[in-house]
């Protein structure tokens, strides 16, 4: 799921799909959606991309680059399953899944699975994150990991806390208890007040700390830990719709661009 998440990250694009409502002059109101996202790293010029995504209504069918494409499964409103397929010769080859279940409306786990072959048909390497819901409004997000060799799985020394703000991941606390003394990472996030390009992508909402899961955009990424403070800044170009056009990340320095993603809706 990571390179899935990752990739789709940094690759959004956009299209017009109809919803029911009407507004007062008759006319049937569009939901915007990513269609097309291009992708550029100035330092690995190899990793530059365009990606090309298809709907189905607001339900996101796939994504599509040079050579690689995610498909996505519903379950009503919900998505319960994204798979991660490399495209060579024409021919596609499954190498992530990930499998999202719920309790109503609320993300329970999300498991996932990488490296089918032959030999393992239903993916060699498998894990799954658990969500445990707070009375005080905190997420806790435990992770297990299964041995390919004897099935038997293995609860992992970490614990991550997640505190959300009006659809936005705004802190997560990450604590590694296998250390002494534990070793704690807090990462603090600030966004703006415009739409992220996937907000009316069906489902996204529901994805908890899934890439491109918040309603508005990262503006500010700051990591504290005993080793220091990391502080990563994003800017954007938007249209009128307040949907941004082009996202630029930049370095720890603060100047020196680390990527671009420009999206077309």
């Known amino acids: 799921m990571k390179k899935t998440l990752c ?11 109809c919803s029911s409502n009407d507004d007062d002059s008759g006319k049937t109101k569009t939901a915007i959606l990513p269609r ?9 010029p190899d990793e530059n991309n365009t990606a090309t995504f ?9 994504i599509v680059s040079n050579n690689s494409k995610t498909e996505y499964t519903y379950d ?11 495209i060579v010769d024409g021919k596609a080859a499954k190498t992530y899944e990930v499998v999202y279940s719920y309790n109503l409306e609320k993300l329970t786990s999300v498991a996932y699975a990488e ?5 393992f048909p239903t993916g060699q390497y498998k894990g799954r994150s658990v969500y445990t819901y707070n009375t005080d409004g905190t997420i806790n997000k435990e992770s297990y990991s299964t041995n390919a060799t004897t099935g038997i799985e293995t609860k992992n020394s970490y614990l991550e806390v997640l505190t959300f703000q009006n659809g936005n991941l705004i802190k997560k606390v990450d604590s590694q208890t296998a250390s002494e003394p534990v070793y704690v990472i807090t990462r603090l996030y600030e966004y703006d007040t415009n739409n992220s390009p996937t907000k009316n ?14 309603v508005n955009n990262l503006l500010k990424h700051t990591d504290t830990s005993t080793s220091g403070t990391s502080v990563y800044k994003t800017t954007y170009e938007y249209n009128s719709d307040g949907f941004p ?3 630029t990340e930049f370095r720890t320095d603060g100047t020196t661009i680390d990527s671009t993603t420009e999206y077309t809706y």
């Open 201 to 214: 992508i069906l489902g996204f909402s529901l994805l908890l700390d899934q890439d491109e899961a918040d």
């Open 245 to 247: 056009t082009k996202k």
């Open 115 to 119: 490296n089918f072959t032959s030999q």
């Open 7 to 17: 990739f789709f990250g940094a690759l959004i694009l956009t299209i017009t799909s």
């Open 76 to 86: 009503g409103n919900k998505i319960i399953k994204e798979s991660d397929y490399d």
């Open 54 to 62: 298809t709907y189905d209504g607001n339900k996101i069918v796939s």
């Open 36 to 44: 097309t996202v291009k992708y550029t790293n100035p330092a690995y």
